[in-house]
């Protein structure tokens, strides 16, 4: 008996002495920042970002030597640096890695973001959201432990007691209207506390904007509607939204210098016809108009008709939902016209710099979507692939007929009869 009771007392020692062993070992990774009146007050990430910095004490700080990083990178601030007194400094993280030029930039997508002193202590570490154009993510007021999405950046300057509303997305049913056909906006709000009203502003062919009150609809979500036209142009609109505050954000975040628009157009669909395609280009087809000689993937384009055109203005896309992918430049018509019953080769390989016939997408080798869309959106041609195979194309088996089939001689520019 009195050994029973001995070996109870003696598991129960071990099994407090293991929930304290777990209870301290869980805190062992969980470093709080130090407390030093400099703070990270302020992120931009969906553009040219920066990081701002604070500093909440009565006298300036020099803070030459802090170290500040994401998630892969650290970067030393360099010696002179000093915020003065409840002053801010702005680090542009551009991948420069000099001066106030950090070495990465950020994530759209959210990450973390932390600030040591120079005896390498975490003093200050935040893990920001994903942030869309024109918006940021910054504590309310400065220095406190409020942290919000806001539509309004305020680089280099306080932050306010107050966040400005911020509009997440805004999108458009039907994606490509017709002529009399009426648009439904709907505007995606990060939140809907403290807004006061969500304003719609749309113009036809650069004429005044009209304003219309979007209606709250569910959610975080308010809607309005873009009557329909009955002639040929381009409508433009935006979205405002006020805060209680009386702050206010746009989408698109610089309106109404930009804006969202839409195209109605009259004009014939081209004869054109997506022929052939690579979406794994290891050996066979050379690119060669960068610096050196690439295999990208390509789609060839070719014109039915009996007159030349012009693709400029067009859209090619690896999304048959998505018309408006990649935009065909109309920087150089020579390279861009299809003559009469000719082909085209377009570079599907991420690289629109190289030139007019380079696209912003890659083709995935394990099947997707290729389509051709005018300049209003309207679907030209489109087709879906399943899995390719290494430097074999898959094309039209003759020229704009209607069966496809896998060419282990590839023909890009050239008729595949």
Known sequence: ???????????????????????????????????????????????????????????????????????????????????SANGFIVLLCNDLGTGLNTNFKLSSDG??????????????????PNLDNGQSYARFPDGSDFWEITGITTQGESNGDDSAPAINSISRDPLVPAFNESVVVTAELIS?????????????????????????????????????????????????????????????????????????????LPQLVINEFMASNVSCCPDTDGDEEEFDDWIE???????????????????????????????????????????????????????????????SSSGEDIGLFYIDGRTIDTYTYDAQDDDISWGRTTDAGTTWGAMTTPTPGLSNN
């Open 1 to 83: 008996m009195l050994t029973c009771l001995k070996l109870k007392r003696f598991s129960f020692f071990i099994i407090l002495i293991t929930w304290s062993c777990v209870t301290a070992c869980d805190d062992v990774d969980k470093i709080e920042p130090t407390e030093e009146g400099i703070f990270i007050n302020e992120i931009f990430a969906s553009g040219e970002d920066w990081i701002e910095l604070y500093n909440a004490l009565g006298t300036s700080k020099d803070i030459g030597g802090y170290i500040i990083a994401d998630e892969g990178n650290e970067y030393s601030l360099p010696s002179g640096t000093s915020i």
């Open 111 to 128: 990450e973390t973001v932390s600030l040591k002193n120079t005896e390498g202590t975490l003093i200050d570490e935040v893990e920001f």
């Open 192 to 268: 809907i506390t403290d807004v006061a009203s969500v304003t719609l502003h749309y113009n036809f062919d650069d004429g005044s904007f009209t304003e219309v009150a979007m209606t709250y609809q569910s959610g975080t979500s308010y809607i309005a509607t873009i009557p329909g036209m009955d002639a040929e142009g381009t409508v433009k609109y935006y979205v405002e939204a006020i805060g209680t505050n009386g702050s206010s954000s746009f989408k698109p975040a610089s309106a109404p210098e930009s804006t969202e628009d839409y195209l109605l157009n009259t004009d014939s």
């Open 301 to 363: 384009i070719h014109n039915i008709g009996t007159t030349s055109v012009n693709i400029a203005g067009m859209y090619l896309s690896d999304d048959k939902d998505d018309p408006f992918g990649n935009k065909i430049s109309s920087d150089d018509a020579t390279a861009t016209t299809i003559p009469a019953g000719g082909y085209l080769v377009l570079w599907a390989d991420g690289s629109t710099s190289q030139g007019v016939l380079h696209l912003n997408f890659s083709l």
